[in-house]
């Protein structure tokens, strides 16, 4: 069964760092365009980071220089390092990965993580 | 970035009738539109991409159509499952970007 599983969120201290995971099965992640969007309570969707099958990174203007995406292809896992956070980046937490015929939009989607930034 | 705006924020629909969702693009994103279903803590579902091409399991009562910076998702016989709130996004420029959502809710 293709599947994502989210782990990792929790509450955080604004300024603290948090690490949240997804792993996948049923398909690799090394092979697909896999994204983290997220949805702050009672709000949207936002895109957040993307990381192309050959490694290339993009993140949202809100996320650079502090969110790094990256996976580990033996896990079948992918990442997303959050530092420097702030009570703005309070949201559910989605990976997701792009579809095959428009990579960019995204198919699967994990149950999401919640992330709380908060003292 | 291209900000996407859908319209109504919510549309009031019987079960059994059509509904018509609309999504504009401040700039041309082609046909390089999504739509998503969302219902209340769950994650989105894939719908409609390339702006008229249904995702795999999708049923033939969702439609999508437009191009350019008009969008439309159509149903066209509401059923109870289908209450639910509806998001686009455009994947021609970066950053990606979705709408603000419509929500469907039963009349």
């Known amino acids: 069964e293709v599947q994502l599983v989210e782990t990792g969120g929790g509450l955080i201290q604004p300024g603290g760092s948090l690490r949240v995971s997804c792993a996948a099965s049923g398909f690799s992640v090394s092979s697909n365009y896999m994204s983290w969007v997220r949805q702050a309570p009672g709000k949207g969707l936002e895109w957040v980071s993307v990381?192309?099958?050959?490694?290339?990174?993009y993140d949202a203007d809100s996320v650079k220089g502090r969110f790094t995406i990256s996976r580990d292809n033996s896990k079948n896992t992918l990442y997303l390092q959050m530092n420097s956070l702030r009570a703005e980046d309070t949201a559910v937490y989605y990976c997701?990965?792009?579809?095959?015929?428009?990579?960019?939009?995204?198919?699967?989607w994990g149950q999401g993580t919640m992330v709380t930034v908060s003292s | 970035e291209i900000v996407m705006t859908q319209s109504p924020a919510t549309l009031s629909v019987s079960p059994g009738e059509r509904a018509t969702l609309s999504c504009r693009a401040s700039q041309s994103v082609t046909s390089n539109l999504a739509w998503y279903q969302q219902k209340p803590g769950q994650a989105p579902r894939f719908l409609i991409y390339?702006?008229?091409t249904r995702a795999t399991g999708i049923p033939a009562r969702f439609s999508g159509s437009g191009s350019g910076t008009e969008f439309t998702l159509t149903i066209s016989s509401l059923q109870p499952e289908d209450f639910a709130v509806y998001y686009c996004?455009?994947?021609?420029?970066?950053?990606?970007?979705f709408g603000g959502g419509t929500k469907v809710e039963i009349k």
């Open positions: 390339g702006a008229s």
């Open positions: 997701a990965r792009g579809h095959s015929g428009s990579y960019l939009a995204f198919d699967i």
């Open positions: 990381i192309y099958s050959g490694g290339t990174t």
């Open positions: 996004q455009q994947y021609n420029n970066w950053p990606l970007t």
